[in-house]
């Protein structure tokens, strides 16, 4: 799993699911605000898409 906490203080997590990889956006409250809807074959490919979607920090593992 790779994680990285935004200047929001969201915090950003990039896991291999049972289909491939995904995002999880989790608010500052816990509150999860926002996921992936698919898997993606590559680690890059989800990441594009998390940054698509908001993510402004990088990843680490």
């Known amino acids: 799993m790779s994680v990285c906490t935004d200047q929001r203080g969201d915090h950003w997590e990039i896991y291999q699911g049972k289909d491939g990889w995904r995002w999880r956006r989790t608010a500052k409250n816990g509150n999860i605000?926002?996921?992936s809807t698919q898997g993606y074959s590559h680690k890059s490919d989800c990441?594009?898409?998390?940054?698509?979607n908001g993510m402004t920090c990088t990843p680490k593992d």
């Open 33 to 35: 605000v926002g996921a």
């Open 47 to 52: 990441i594009a898409n998390a940054e698509r």
